[in-house]
């Protein structure tokens, strides 16, 4: 099984994909998960990421593919994957048709979880208090709401022409929305 799961921040993607690979046996690649490991450890690319982060903007997609390209050619996800976070833009979308072109592994679905901007802006601030993760401002949360509603949401009707968008209402119970996800594969 080969799955996309996109939402915008606060919506439990991260929850979702966890859940799902646990039912699919296969892994979850979060680029977000990926950038902030690198930020912990100060490595290059933690560091040019951290400038994009921390003001909410999306680390630039050249950085983003080629991460997802060497993630996607190692051996534990040559039986299926989901992608947490990726893609987020026309151009990643793109980036993504060229790698599995290459790899000869299609898409089997992007899964979309929705919720109101009221519900993420709450969730947000309140994992912000939790977790204290340092691209979490409030600042940098609403700018990240707002790049989704402009950049990565429009994505969402390539799939949807392509046959593979799955949605699903993010508000309700964590257990009762995964099996609502695995019902609709
Ligand atoms: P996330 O945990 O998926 O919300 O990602 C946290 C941050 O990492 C985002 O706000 C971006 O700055 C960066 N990031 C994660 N995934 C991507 C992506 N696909 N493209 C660009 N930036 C990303």
Known sequence: MRLLIMGPQGVGKGTQAELLAKHFDIPA???GDIFRYNLKN?????????????K??????????NIVKDRLAQEDVAKGWILDGYPRNAEQVE???AILEELGTPL?????????????????????EIEARADDTPEAIAKRLDVYEHETAPILDIYRNRGKLVEVDGVGEIAEISATIISKL
Request: overall charge negative; hydrophobic content about 45%; proline content about 6%.
């Open 29 to 31: 690649i979060s680029t």
């Open 42 to 54: 100060s490595t290059p690319l933690g560091l040019e990421a951290k400038k994009f982060m921390n």
């Open 56 to 65: 909410g903007l999306l680390v630039p997609d050249e950085l983003t593919n």
């Open 95 to 97: 980036a993504l048709d």
């Open 108 to 128: 089997d679905a992007a899964v979309a979880l929705t919720a109101d901007r009221p519900v993420l802006m709450e969730r947000m601030t309140k994992r912000a």
